[in-house]
C-alpha cells in the first residue's frame, strides 16, 4: 500500500520569508502524480500544485514550486515570499493510475508578522 | 458553476440513527470520491466511483453504504450510526480520460457529522 508522510507537523515563518514544508511517500507503482493541496480555516481544499512523476522538472506555481527527487521518494514543497494567507494546513497527496488520492497527515503553517 | 455541492454542513447524530449526506456536482465529472477526515489527521477514502453506476470501496468503507445513479450525485449513506464516525466528511470530484491519472480533485466545502 502507498503512504505518504509528512513528518513537520506544524511549522512557523514570518511574513516575506521562505519555508519549506518536506513530503515523503512510499510506492512500488513507476506512474503516478504527486499533490499538494492547501486547507485554510474555511476547511475548503486547494490545489496548490501537481507534479507528474515522468517530469524530471519540478513544478513551479507563482510563489510555490516544489523540489522533487523521485529516487529518494522525496517531494518538498517551497513557499517564497510568505504571505499571511498562506496559512493553512497543507497535505501531500499521492495518485497512481487509479487516480484514489492517498494523504500524509499534514503540516500547520503559521505565517507570522 | 457551483462546483461540488455538500448538504448538510453540520449534523449531530445519536447512536443507532441512519442519514445520507448528500454530494452534487455540475461539472460534468466522471470520477467522484467520498473521504473523511478525522481530528489531526489526512483524509481517508471511503468510496469513490468512476462514473455512473459504479462505485468501489477506498481505505475506509465500514458502516457505510454509496449508490451512484446519475453523473451529478453521490450519496453517501451512513447506517447504525457509531462514535467512530464522527469526522468531517469531504466529497470531490475529477475529470478523468479512459485510463488516465493525476487529475485536479475538486472538493466540497465539508459535512462535520458528530455522533453521540
Known amino acids: 500500500a502507498q503512504t505518504v508522510t509528512q513528518s513537520q507537523p506544524e511549522m512557523s515563518v514570518q511574513e516575506a520569508e521562505t519555508v519549506t514544508l518536506s513530503c515523503t511517500y512510499d510506492t512500488s507503482e513507476n506512474n503516478y502524480y504527486l499533490f499538494w493541496y492547501k486547507q485554510p480555516p474555511s476547511r475548503q481544499m486547494i490545489l496548490v500544485i501537481r507534479?507528474?512523476?515522468?517530469?524530471?522538472q519540478n513544478a513551479t506555481e507563482n510563489r510555490f514550486s516544489v523540489n522533487f527527487q523521485k529516487a529518494a521518494k522525496s517531494f518538498s514543497l517551497k513557499i517564497s515570499d510568505s504571505q499571511l494567507g498562506d496559512t493553512a494546513m497543507y497535505f501531500c497527496?499521492?495518485?497512481?493510475?487509479?487516480?484514489?488520492?492517498?494523504f500524509g497527515t499534514g503540516t500547520r503553517l503559521q505565517v507570522t508578522l | 458553476n457551483a462546483g461540488v455541492t455538500q448538504t448538510p454542513k453540520f449534523r449531530i447524530l445519536k447512536i443507532g440513527q441512519s442519514m445520507t449526506l448528500q454530494c452534487a456536482q455540475d461539472?460534468?465529472?466522471?470520477?467522484m470520491y467520498w473521504y473523511r477526515q478525522d481530528p489531526g489527521m489526512g483524509l481517508k477514502l471511503i468510496y469513490y466511483s468512476v462514473g455512473a453506476g459504479i462505485t468501489d470501496k477506498g481505505e475506509v468503507p465500514n458502516g457505510y453504504n454509496v449508490s451512484r445513479s446519475t453523473t451529478e450525485d453521490f450519496p453517501l449513506r451512513l447506517e447504525l450510526a457509531a462514535p467512530s464516525q464522527t469526522s468531517v466528511y469531504f466529497c470531490?470530484?475529477?475529470?478523468?480520460?479512459?485510463?488516465?491519472?493525476?487529475?485536479?480533485?475538486?472538493f466540497g466545502e465539508g459535512s462535520r457529522l458528530t455522533v453521540l
Open positions: 497527496a499521492w495518485s497512481g493510475t487509479a487516480s484514489k488520492l492517498t
Open positions: 470531490a470530484s475529477s475529470y478523468l480520460t479512459s485510463g488516465g491519472a493525476g487529475g485536479e480533485l475538486f
Open positions: 507534479q507528474e512523476a515522468y517530469k524530471q
Open positions: 461539472m460534468n465529472h466522471n470520477y
